[in-house]
């Protein structure tokens, strides 16, 4: 059994993957679910959404994966909560490692951008930016000063250095990968107009693209780069996207949390259809390598967990007002 553990709030990303009978068993869990249990079912475990893990959470979570890891047979956990990189670790580390040409800057370090233009997000969710794109140090200071206005806290608010190529005109594309325990594959591509690329946009993408995407699928495009990162953000399960930027790899996040939906709709493009599958098809093996058999009794969790006592209510009551 496959068990995702994720914010109440976001457990839709892989809620779908219940009902698939290509998959192994899957069912997904929230962390306060996984502090009320005295003994866990056996799986494997995958905890999700480090970006809305606090201190305390982090601590707690560790204490957790490394002793569902300790259980033995039936138990094993992806995803260590403590040495996992958030956003913010991840890109400054990439740029300082001279993988990624740009920079970010939490709000609160009082420091400015080395080049623009830049946007400025909450490093802590996967939404849309905050802005557009700020093309100098006074737009730069002038939109945090109208979100200050907005009531938005400065904890939490990263600048981010503009870093995109267009394939043509207006059109961008986001490339992105998968790592499920050991394997990592190359996922289908999403293309978009506009240098913010999110959901994609219908109809945009030439048949020359989609045959380009098919050949990135087969041939596990940037297995080498995508091993690199993951290794150097401490994360065994989650989706990198990235692009590519004067022929070099620049990498935008890894989510932790990725909403990850099977093929429902047949796509009118019958080579994009084609890539789905083959994408779809790498992440069942990838899960059915990752599942843990079920055997003997269900084994206890770990209590007591230290700082837990202390912590529980906050814990439970924070789960209500976040995003």
């Known amino acids: 059994m496959i068990i995702f553990i994720s914010n109440p709030f976001h457990r839709y990303t892989h809620n779908k993957l219940s009902w698939r009978k290509d998959l192994p068993e899957v069912c997904c869990k929230s962390y306060d679910w996984l ?9 494997t475990y995958i905890f999700t959404d480090r970006e809305r893990m606090d201190y305390w959470e982090l601590k707690i979570y560790q204490c957790y994966y490394n002793h569902i890891n300790q259980l033995g047979e039936g138990y094993s956990a992806i995803n260590n909560p403590g040495t996992m ?13 001279g993988i990624n040409p740009f920079n970010v800057y939490a709000v609160t370090e009082r420091v400015l951008p080395q080049q623009y233009p830049v946007f400025i997000r909450n490093e802590n969710d996967h939404e849309r930016p905050l802005t557009p794109l700020l093309q100098t140090k006074e737009e730069l200071e002038n939109a945090l000063l109208e979100l200050a206005d907005q009531d ?25 990968s998968y790592k499920v325990g050991n394997q990592i594959f190359f996922f289908i591509n999403v293309h978009e107009e506009g240098w913010l ?7 945009i993408a030439t048949q020359a693209m989609y045959e380009e995407e098919q050949s990135m699928i087969i041939q596990n495009a940037y297995h080498e780069e995508m091993a690199t990162i993951f290794e150097l953000a401490g994360i065994e399960y989650g989706r990198a996207d990235f692009g590519i930027v004067h022929n070099r790899v620049v990498i935008y996040e890894i989510n932790t949390n990725p909403n ?7 796509h009118p493009n019958a080579t994009r259809q084609e890539n789905i599958n083959l994408s779809w098809g790498k992440y069942c093996a990838a899960l059915h390598q990752i599942d ?3 055997v003997g009794k269900k084994q206890k969790a770990p209590f007591p967990v ?18």
């Open 85 to 97: 990189l958030n956003r913010r670790a991840l890109l400054r580390k990439l740029h300082c490692r």
């Open 35 to 43: 502090l009320r249990q005295r003994t866990l079912p056996q799986g």
């Open 292 to 294: 843990s058999p079920t």
């Open 260 to 266: 990850t939906r099977p093929p429902s709709e047949i």
């Open 306 to 323: 230290k700082g837990l006592k202390r912590q529980r209510l906050s814990l439970s009551c924070s789960r209500i007002f976040r995003p």
């Open 152 to 176: 938005v806290p400065e904890e939490g608010l990263l600048i981010t250095e503009y870093c995109a190529q267009a394939l043509k005109g207006n059109l961008f594309r986001k490339l992105s």
């Open 197 to 203: 690329v999110k959901y994609g946009t219908n109809n």
